[in-house]
């Protein structure tokens, strides 16, 4: 971290007046690079009082996505241990596959404050302002098949919906449309987007990249998704702070990535199912279809009972679905 990061994190901690001779002492710094960092962040909206011979106090700040933020609700865990921030970036899944491909370690993890071409599946485009969302990626190195990938979305689909009802204290309900997509009240908050790098000899993942983008923030949305997107926020009527999202998500990935060769959590995924008994579109290529959604098996693929009676298993990296009232 930056002296200023580091400063700000002191402050968090303490939560009292912290003098700025022990503030340099524990950073191992002069009492003028303190001053600077507490400019550096009043500049940046934190409200810092000082009093002679006392110190410095934090009496309130903007609502930032920050390192010191984020670790004030983190626990600890492999997943996020090292964390990457962007004020901005073309996409962070593209700077996770680097990160990937240069060795970095499971569970590192690229956060950006605004994304200039986020992407979802199909090479969609991902519409990603600043100030209102959290964009972020992680490097994972499951011991999977290419076959089992779609459980790493399923996975990260439950992590999000706990995520979002943890930040918003329980004031609102997520749930799932098969199989990157979190809904509350019918509208969309967040987007999945997993890319995965094969050994092809044995067709084990030698990495995946998960992309997460979530609607955090009070959000205006432009016409074409204000029918369809709202963010966490918005749905349950006060600020969300993104810091707080952030580590409640890299918190619910720690905890659910243990059960990733088992697949426990895909109970869940199946409670939280906004598709299951619905009657949906499959869209494959050129070819769409209607049909009624069955049931989610174990491997996270979705099954459904076309209107000629026969019972198909959708696999999500070769089709998409839209709800039949979309």
Request: hydrophobic residues 40%.
């Amino acid at each position: 971290m930056s002296i200023k990061e580091d400063v700000l994190s002191k402050l968090l901690e303490a939560g009292d007046v912290v003098s700025g001779s022990e503030l340099a002492r524990s950073l191992e710094v002069s009492r003028s690079a303190v001053w600077k960092a507490i400019e550096q962040l009043r500049k940046e909206g934190y409200e810092i009082n000082a009093a002679t011979n006392r110190g410095y106090w934090l009496a309130s700040g903007p609502e930032a996505l920050t390192l010191p933020e984020i670790r004030r609700w983190l626990a600890p865990g492999p997943i996020g241990a090292r964390l990457e921030i962007h004020d901005e970036i073309d996409s962070t899944n593209r700077r996770a596959k680097e990160l990937a491909l240069q060795g970095a370690p499971h569970g590192t993890a690229v956060l950006a404050r605004r994304q200039t071409g986020g992407r979802g599946r199909f090479g969609r485009s991902f519409f990603s302002p600043e100030g209102s969302g959290v964009y972020i990626s992680f490097v994972l190195r499951p011991n999977l098949t290419a076959d089992r990938a779609v459980m790493l979305t399923s996975l990260c689909a439950v992590a999000v919906a706990r995520a979002a009802e943890r930040a918003a204290d329980g004031g609102i309900e997520a749930k799932i449309k098969w199989v990157n997509d979190v809904y509350v009240h019918g509208r969309k908050i967040c987007g999945i987007l997993c890319e995965a790098g094969l050994d092809f000899e044995s067709s084990q993942m030698q990495y995946v990249v998960a992309g997460i983008g979530v609607n955090v923030g009070e959000m205006e949305f432009p016409p074409e998704l204000s029918g369809i997107a709202t963010s966490i926020s918005n749905e349950c009527g006060r600020p969300i702070p993104r810091s707080r999202f952030c580590a409640e998500l890299i918190n619910e990935l720690n905890v659910l990535y243990p059960q990733l060769g088992a697949g426990e959590f895909m109970a869940e995924n199946r409670a939280r199912s906004n598709v299951i008994g619905r009657r949906v579109y499959v869209l494959r290529g050129d070819e769409s279809y209607p049909a009624t959604a069955v049931d989610i098996d174990d491997g996270g693929s979705l099954i459904v009972r076309t209107d000629e009676g026969e019972t198909r298993t959708l696999r999500s990296g070769e089709i998409s679905i839209k709800l039949d009232r979309e």
